[in-house]
């Protein structure tokens, strides 16, 4: 997995996501995959935030993205 920072709960979640999108697209992983990475890329805050979901939350990309933003 290409260094992506890690997103602690402050700055903009809309950039990480679009920032975890873009650097992992030219790679041509699966929905499946993506998913299971994104919860890599969290820390303090925002780790306990993605742990606390449903998992099937964590199963649809959309209903994450939009989860994390809000």
Request: glycine fraction near 8%; charge should be negative.
């Amino acid at each position: 997995m290409p260094h992506i920072d890690r997103f602690d709960g402050s700055g903009d979640p809309i950039v990480h996501v679009r920032l975890f999108s873009d650097v992992l697209k030219p790679m041509g992983l699966s929905r499946v995959q993506k998913l299971s990475l994104f919860g890599r890329t969290l820390s303090d805050v925002a780790a306990i935030w993605y742990a606390k979901l449903e998992d099937s939350t964590k199963r649809n990309w959309e209903e994450l993205s939009e989860g994390f933003v809000n």
